[in-house]
């Protein structure tokens, strides 16, 4: 069963631009949930999607979106690019959408320049 | 405020020794606690979780004690191996709360031969 893929797998941008990456999530799940992960915060969660509605979300401002679509790929959307959003970005899936269950893909490396 | 302290931030165990990595949480809403193991340039994958309706689980060389009163957990690995070495957070969540985990900072382990 293939895992959890993310794309591209690295990323360089400039400021003020936009960036969209992408999740494809394990067949069959259809939660599909976002993180972000930086040295100096840590992994911190961005939001999470089911069947094709964002379920929750984290502490972060609007520049960050995402979508799902139906066959559960999903992906997230960053405008207006800053220094500080150079990170590691993760996309895990599950089944419902319950910890117990997510797998997390490789990561996508932007680097905001 | 952070939800999850994890301590220490970096640890170097010979093999053969004992792996102590301990974290903190606040809100006593949290009901599922995991541990991530993370290899340089691979997402986190799960280690090995606990609930607190139990104090100890064990799987393999790790295992997982909790103390809900004093709202604390810990991952020992046992008989570490240079295998072991990687970085490991451990989380917290509401399990209905559609994967919004709250990570620790992580701890880097370096097990020497």
């Known amino acids: 069963k293939a895992g959890v893929t993310q794309t591209p797998r690295y990323l360089i941008k400039t400021r003020g631009q936009q960036v969209t990456l992408s999740c494809s999530p394990i067949?069959?799940?259809?939660?599909v949930s976002w993180y972000q992960q930086t040295p100096g915060q840590g992994l911190q969660f961005l939001f999470e999607?089911?069947?094709?509605?964002?379920?929750n979300k984290g502490n972060f401002p609007g520049r960050f979106s995402g979508r799902q679509f139906s066959n559960s790929r999903s992906e997230m959307n960053v405008s207006t690019l800053e220094l500080g959003d150079s990170a590691l970005y993760l996309c895990?899936?599950?089944?419902?959408?319950?910890?117990?269950?997510?797998?997390f893909g490789p990561g996508t490396r932007l680097t905001v320049t | 405020q952070q939800q999850v302290k994890q301590s220490p931030q970096s640890l170097i165990v010979q093999k053969g020794g004992i792996s102590i990595i301990n974290c903190a949480y606040e809100n006593t809403a949290f009901d599922y606690f995991p541990w991530y193991q993370q290899f340089p340039g691979k997402g986190p994958a799960l280690l090995i979780a606990?609930?607190?309706?139990?104090s100890e689980k064990k799987e393999g060389r790790f295992t997982i004690s909790f103390n809900k009163s004093a709202k604390q957990f810990s991952l020992h690995i046992m008989d570490s191996q240079p295998g072991d070495s990687a970085t490991y957070f451990c989380?917290?969540?509401?399990?209905?709360?559609?994967?919004?985990?709250?990570f620790g900072s992580g701890t880097k382990l370096n097990v020497k031969p």
């Open positions: 989380a917290a969540s509401i399990e209905d709360n559609f994967n919004k985990f709250y």
């Open positions: 067949s069959g799940h259809r939660s």
């Open positions: 895990a899936s599950s089944f419902h959408g319950r910890a117990a269950e997510e797998y």
């Open positions: 999607y089911f069947s094709e509605t964002q379920r």
């Open positions: 606990i609930r607190p309706d139990v």
